[in-house]
């Protein structure tokens, strides 16, 4: 059966691959399934028949056949547990392989994301300054014992796994702010992921569409 994802029509970010629809392309070239990409809109988000796959009117989604599913961290996980590659065979490894799943989204994302509404959104309101090294204390306190953890090792618990995969893609997020380089083995990290294949296939897939002429 075919798989469709969908994407922004134009991403807000440029290109970067820091849009969620990245992560999804990641899995399925981890995997070697093929898909299909629906764009859209900012606007058409909003609309009924997006709005019918995503409640919340974001992206990505998933369909495949009779099933339609969201969030970004739902549709990793299905694509892992129904194919080779991104989860180990071993039950305990496999577990842990979920737990940073959990961790890359729960843990580490939020405040990131904090920093994004920080830098940008609320600029300009007159606390901003105030408010700023705070949400970038609350991200070192997570990127510390995240580094303690990693080590000198090459993924988080041995092989890759779809914790990685997610790991990775939050933490790409924070290279323009600067704190990633306060870490010198987490930066090495965030690397070592953007340089596997599938990576490249993805970030490129997603880079044509909102930069063809590049």
Known sequence: MT????????????????????????????????YET???????????????LHPFGQIPTYEE???????????????????PGLLPPDENARARAIMWMFASLNTIEPPILDLTTASLVERDRSWAR?????????????????????????????????????????LLRLRASGLLDEFPNLAAYVCRGEARPAYQRAFEAQYAINCPAA
Do not use: C
């Not at 629906?38 to 019918?52: C, E, F, N, T, Y």
């Open 38 to 52: 629906r764009l859209v809109s900012l606007a058409a988000m909003k609309q009924p028949a997006h709005l019918a």
């Open 3 to 34: 798989i469709t994802i969908t994407a922004f029509e134009q991403s807000p970010d440029g290109g970067k691959g820091l849009a969620r629809d990245t992560r999804v392309r990641w899995a399925l070239e981890e995997v070697g399934r093929s």
């Open 130 to 170: 105030e408010r700023l090294p705070l949400v970038e204390d609350r991200i070192r306190s997570r990127l510390g014992p995240l580094s303690s953890r990693l080590g000198d090792v090459d993924w988080l618990d041995g092989t890759f796994s779809a914790g990685d995969l997610l790991m990775v893609s939050v």
């Open 65 to 83: 056949g009779d099933l339609a599913i969201f969030e970004t961290g739902a549709i990793v996980f299905h694509i892992a547990e129904r194919h």
